[in-house]
């Protein structure tokens, strides 16, 4: 069963830093390109950013460009999210998503980034 | 920056009726197009993909459709598990974006 799991959401001032993860099992992680998608209270779905199978090819949204930075580990089937100089409108679920057929098949539960003073 | 826009924003209707939602993209997207279906505190499900297949485990009473800049789903004969907000996804240019969702609701 493909499983999804992100952790390391939490509260963090503006400005500061926090680092999601995303344990993927169940199929060969190394093969898929994954992506992490966010979504605000109560609003709609983001996509935040993409990385590729081996890491070649990353893209950003611009709402994050210059302040987020993705990273995959496919020895240990994970993939991040570096989250630095956090605003208030960086609040939201996290979710990492796998990619198949440039759609997103399989989602994680999500992890809620809170960015408060 | 493709911009994907969803009607009704609210669909009441009783379960056994057909639902149809739409997704209208601001340039052509090709078939490019998804649909997911999004339950309270749940993460999105993929339901439909290059915009009339569906996804693996998805029923037959959902169906997409639509090519270029307007797209449709549309669920048969409703049952009481589909009230859920749908959102459609276009990947045919980056970014990838979403459209703002359509709440299907119980009348």
């Known amino acids: 069963e493909v499983q999804l799991v992100e952790s390391g959401g939490g509260l963090v001032q503006p400005g500061g830093s926090l680092r999601l993860s995303c344990a993927a099992s169940g199929f060969i992680f190394s093969s898929y390109s994954m992506n992490w998608v966010r979504q605000a209270p109560g609003k709609g779905l983001e996509w935040v950013s993409s990385i590729s199978s081996s890491s070649n090819t990353i893209n950003y949204a611009d709402s994050v460009k210059g302040r987020f930075t993705v990273s995959r580990d496919n020895a240990k089937n994970s993939l991040f999210l570096q989250m630095n100089s956090l605003r208030d409108e960086d609040t939201a679920v996290y979710y990492c998503a796998k990619i198949d057929r440039h759609y997103f098949d399989c989602w994680g539960q999500g992890t809620l980034v809170t960015v408060s003073s | ?107």
């Open chain 2, 1 to 107: 920056e493709i911009v994907l826009t969803q009607s009704p924003a609210t669909l009441s209707l009783s379960p056994g009726e057909r639902a149809t939602l739409s997704c209208r993209a601001s340039q052509s997207v090709s078939n490019y197009v998804a649909w997911y279906q999004q339950k309270p505190g749940q993460a999105p499900r993929l339901l439909i993909y290059d915009a009339s297949n569906r996804a693996t485990g998805i029923p037959a009473r959902f169906s997409g459709s639509g090519s270029g800049t307007d797209f449709t789903l549309s669920i048969s004969s409703l049952e009481p598990e589909d009230f859920a907000v749908y959102y459609c996804q276009q990947r045919d240019n980056w970014p990838i974006t979403f459209g703002q969702g359509t709440r299907l609701e119980i009348e």
